[in-house]
């Protein structure tokens, strides 16, 4: 392959590897995935070792993408409790959109059952630096305790992105409500 | 079969299947189910009508086990804030076990991102008991809004749950703290 097809068959098979992870769950075979993304098996084995590692790379490239979704832009004004419970908005949001399934990094990690996987690494990675923004807001808000603060906000995040996903919750502000509750708690004005 | 041999025969299916979906996930095969039941498929497919239905049938049978080991016995003595609180410290005890994976109610449901699912059913409604069970102490303990307090405390559960299942969280007092500050916050004594 030339050096054009190798990216444009790489970026065919994580898009259709994000796709399918999240829609169908990890144990998605390299023939459904190779299929989806009209690219042979030799040519996926030429750019990565296994399917793990597709699946890897493929939660890679999209956590950039999804801390986007989540954060405020960049400067934006607001205090730390605004920048916080924004996050929460968002992800309430995207709950409420067609093909919900949660947070993909949660559900990669969920379903591997392997903290070692690479795809785990990858999606451990994602959550703490949410844990760290939800750290870094907390402390500039004046937390007592920012790191437990932002403990407790992840559990509150990702309880609620796995019960919107399996569709057993809808938020429609029940995780802002418990977010206040938490920040007035911890002294975040 | 004898009514005995298909009874004994179901049990080790079951038993084999609430181990093998728990420990690997949902997408475990039927062989390996089998195998691992000591069972022959011709066996399994006179008893189940598909992976699918045994998966379901292993939940159902789990969720009175799974419900008593988080639950006050009954008949102790407590006040509402005290029991639901007790569920929280059962549940970071359970935590803590090798092998703990989570809820697997709630790891079913993630993993077969199938609401129709026969087992996410099963699994939906186990988590339908707990999510009861809260809303009756919450109501009890004089909550102003139980229902809504008692889906707080669902994320708050299934959050910690799938975060210290993952061991991306060790839960020792996170969740008996931040249900605390929710209980206080919702008025419950």
Same mark, same amino acid.
């Given at each position: 392959m030339?050096?054009t097809d190798?990216a444009?068959t790489?970026?065919r098979?994580?898009?259709a ?7 169908d769950g990890?144990?998605?075979g ?16 030429q750019l990565f070792?296994s ?5 890897a790379?493929?939660? %890679?490239?999209r $956590?950039?993408?999804y801390?986007?979704?989540?954060a405020p =832009?960049?400067?934006e *004004? +607001?205090?730390?409790? @605004?920048?916080i419970?924004?996050?929460f908005g ?7 959109e067609p ?19 690479p795809?785990?690494?990858v ?9 760290e ?13 920012? %790191?437990?603060? $932002?403990r407790?906000l ?5 309880? =609620?992105?796995a019960? *919107? +996903?399996?569709?057993? @919750?809808t ?6 409500a ?8 911890a002294?975040?004005?």
């Open positions: 030339t050096t190798r444009s790489k970026e098979l994580l898009d590897a994000a796709e399918l992870f999240y829609r990890v144990s998605i390299v023939e459904a995935l190779c299929r989806t993304a009209g690219v042979s098996k030799r040519s996926m084995y070792a399917k793990d590692e597709v699946l790379a493929s939660l %890679e490239r $956590a950039p993408g801390a986007a979704q989540l =832009a960049e400067g *004004a +607001g205090t730390p409790r @605004e920048r419970l924004y996050v968002q992800a309430e949001k995207l709950s409420a093909g919900y399934q949660g947070c993909p990094f949660l559900a990669a990690l969920v379903e591997l059952k392997n903290p070692e996987h795809a785990s690494l999606a451990r990675r994602a959550k703490e630096l949410l844990q923004a939800f750290r870094v807001q907390a402390e500039l808000g004046g937390a007592r305790d920012p %790191e437990f603060l $932002a407790q992840m559990l509150v995040f990702d309880g =609620a992105s019960r *919107a +996903g399996a569709r057993i @919750e938020l429609d502000g029940l995780t802002t418990t977010v206040t509750t938490l920040l007035d708690a002294g975040v004005a």
